[in-house]
């Protein structure tokens, strides 16, 4: 039975642990962390809507709300966009590199870095054209909301049109990291010169 290496976690010279043993940069390291704070403030604020408050809403427009299945989509909204957040840090992460050996049968195995990194390119774009028009929030009328709610939450929207943006460069320093800790092969397919048995015969002449 052909028994499966694991990969060893070693720590890069700044401190951060690699799968590939190179270091994330660190403007790496900060956005991706950075990307698991911008979904904070909405999803703090859809979780005050499934407490009960009207965070900004009128008394009108906040009936919608108050439904078990409006709090329900808000709370399963909220988290899973920080889960989603949360796979950011994967990029400059062993994790991200080599999958964790408690999870069931994948547990250890190698990430193919081309795969993360459109996965997370493609992620990205759409992040980008989803929260890029909030940029524009106050444009849009609001007429179930107070002025001063509508003014709040229009700022605790903004952060995620970073969302994207960051995720685009952390991927894309991601694949520029694993591609440069790849060995190269050598001239003959990655054998030396004496990889043919040693016996140092050479050309026939």
């Keep these: 039975m052909e028994t499966r290496k694991r990969t060893p976690y070693p720590v890069g010279t700044r401190g951060t642990l690699t799968g590939s043993g190179t270091d994330a940069p660190r403007w790496a390291v900060r956005s991706a962390h950075l990307v698991t704070l911008v979904v904070v403030p909405t999803g703090l604020w859809r979780i005050a809507l499934v407490l009960g408050f009207p965070s900004g809403y009128t008394a009108e427009g906040f009936t919608g709300f108050e439904t078990p299945g409006a709090k329900a989509w808000m709370l399963f909204l909220s988290v899973a966009c920080e889960l989603l957040a949360l796979l950011a840090v994967g990029l400059v992460r062993p994790w991200g590199e080599v999958l964790p050996h408690w ?64 995720l685009g460069a952390v991927a894309i320093s991601y694949y520029r990291r694993r591609r440069a800790a790849r060995p190269s092969p050598g001239p003959s397919g990655g054998q030396g010169p004496s990889s043919a048995g040693g016996s140092g015969v050479g050309p026939a002449s």
């Excluded at 795969?115 to 106050?138: D, E, F, I, R, S």
């Design 103 to 166: 999870i069931p049968r994948i547990g250890g195995r190698t990430v193919h870095p081309l795969a993360a990194t459109v996965a997370a390119l493609l992620g990205a774009g759409c992040l980008t054209a989803l929260w890029t028009p909030m940029a524009w929030w106050w444009t849009f009328p609001h007429d179930d909301m107070t002025h001063t709610g509508h003014m709040v939450v229009g700022i605790l929207y903004q952060p995620l049109i970073l969302w994207g943006p960051l």
